[in-house]
Every structure is written in structure tokens, then in C-alpha cells.
């Protein structure tokens, strides 16, 4: 059995993630992996409505405080994503697409189509549904960004959450990747588009939460991952996990 020990540290008022795999005596160690389930609904019903999502496969990942839930499906439109993000108090002054949102609140998704750990792409939104989209030439140590890409044809939502008396839960994010979009990466001259059942591609996903605010955006700031990377920077492919496409229902066997 594997369990995920995760720990927090505050270094000059940044708060970094340290993820640890702990293995009980005997047991082989596994790397996670996540499911992605198929989905017959259109993108404005996943986008619009709860039920799709009802059949998603889901994690969580950061402190209890600022949890991130990730749920994904996908079809022969495109791939859809969802974070389910804790927070009483999401902030935000950037307002124009491919703005520097990581210098305030997001969640993130990197998607590495061919697994070769290049040329791999980055969604960012905040909570006032300001996107950022980047395409990866490399990650560390000589981290090269193209932040001129954009992904055609993306949608994005995002609501804020309350709770009955009125104040913030947090917020979700939800977005449709149609796989056109893909294609506009070198990387994916080397897969199908859209993939087959069992594909397997790379990804990892994030949140950046600064409970400081505009004011104070540099104190005690959350940076969590699904797969910690081992340094600084997120853009550590060699951490990232496979995101697996689920066989779609009429192909499952018995």
C-alpha cells in the first residue's frame, strides 16, 4: 500500500508543497495515475450542467484550507476540465487574456501530448475567468516559454461558490479543450487527435493561492501540486503522471 505524505514549509514567507511517497513494508511502489472518463454529453451540457460530471473520475490535492478538487472527461469534441477550488476569499486584478495570472490566483494544467516532456501545454485560469495559455518549449532547467500560442477554440466558466448564509466557499473552473485546438503544437504531429482509447498521455495539475491579497500578494503564498515537483518550479516534466483515456462504454468488455 502507498500513501501520499505530504508536509508544509514556510521559507521567507513563501509556503511550499514537499510531497513524500510513504510505502508500507513489503509493497511495491506505484505511480498514480488518473482516469479519464467518456462522456456522451455536448460540451455546453458538461460545461453548463453538474450531472456529466457525476460519472468523472476525481482527486484532491493542497492543504485542507485551499483544496483543489480535478475532475476531467472527454469525447470525440474535445477534453473537459474541471478544479472545485476551497477558498473564502479568491482575488484578482488582472482582466485580459494571457495576462501574468500566475502572479495572482490560479489553477493550471499542463498537458504533455507525445510524453516527451517538450513542447507541452499550459492553461491557466483565475477566478474572474481570465485565461492564460502557454505553449512549453521545455521545462527546467532551461525553462522556454511561447507565451504567443494560443489554444483555438478553448471555452472557460468560472462561478463562485457560496454557502447558504451567503458567504464564499471557493470557486470552479471549468473548461473545454476541443482537440483542434491541440494540433497547433509540434508535439502533436507525433499522436492521434482525437486519441484512442487507453491513450496515454502526460500531465500535472496545480493551484497558486495568496491569502495575502493584492496587498500583501508575496506572504505566505500556497503553491500545490498533484505530483510535487522537487524544486522551485512547476515545470518539472519528469514529475508529471499519465492521464489515461477511458475506454468508451461500448468498448469496455464485460
Not at 507541452?120 to 483565475?126: G, L, W
Not at 527546467?140 to 489554444?151: R, S
Request: glycine share 6%; hydrophobic share 40%.
Amino acid at each position: 500500500r502507498m500513501e501520499m505524505a505530504v508536509r508544509w514549509t514556510v521559507c521567507g514567507g513563501i509556503v511550499a508543497m514537499i510531497g513524500a511517497a510513504v510505502v508500507s513494508s513489503g509493497a511495491v511502489p506505484t505511480v498514480p495515475e488518473f482516469r479519464v472518463a467518456w462522456t456522451d454529453a455536448s460540451p455546453p451540457s458538461v460545461i453548463d450542467n453538474e450531472s456529466p460530471w457525476w460519472d468523472a473520475h476525481s482527486f484532491r490535492y493542497g492543504p485542507t484550507l485551499y483544496e483543489t478538487e480535478f475532475r476531467a472527461l472527454w469525447n470525440a469534441e474535445g477534453l473537459y476540465l474541471r478544479f472545485d477550488a476551497t477558498d473564502t476569499n479568491p482575488w484578482f486584478t488582472m482582466t485580459d487574456r494571457d495576462d501574468p495570472i500566475w502572479e495572482e490566483e490560479v489553477v493550471e494544467i499542463f498537458l504533455d501530448l507525445n510524453r516527451s516532456g517538450t513542447n507541452y501545454a499550459e492553461i491557466e485560469i483565475s477566478p474572474s475567468n481570465v485565461v492564460t495559455d502557454v505553449r512549453m518549449v521545455r521545462g527546467v532547467p532551461d525553462k522556454e516559454m511561447d507565451l504567443a500560442w494560443d489554444f483555438e477554440g478553448l471555452e472557460s466558466h468560472v462561478r463562485l461558490n457560496k454557502y447558504r448564509d451567503g458567504q464564499t466557499a471557493g470557486w470552479t473552473a471549468v473548461a473545454f479543450l476541443p482537440w483542434a485546438g491541440f494540433q497547433s503544437l509540434p508535439s502533436a504531429g507525433a499522436i492521434s487527435l482525437p486519441p484512442a482509447p487507453a491513450d496515454r498521455w502526460r500531465f500535472n495539475v496545480f493551484r497558486i493561492k495568496r491569502p495575502g491579497g493584492e496587498r500583501r500578494p508575496t506572504e505566505d503564498v500556497v503553491f500545490a501540486a498533484w505530483s510535487p515537483p522537487s524544486g522551485e518550479s512547476f515545470h518539472e516534466p519528469a514529475v508529471f503522471r499519465d492521464l489515461v483515456f477511458d475506454l468508451r462504454p461500448e468498448t469496455a468488455q464485460p
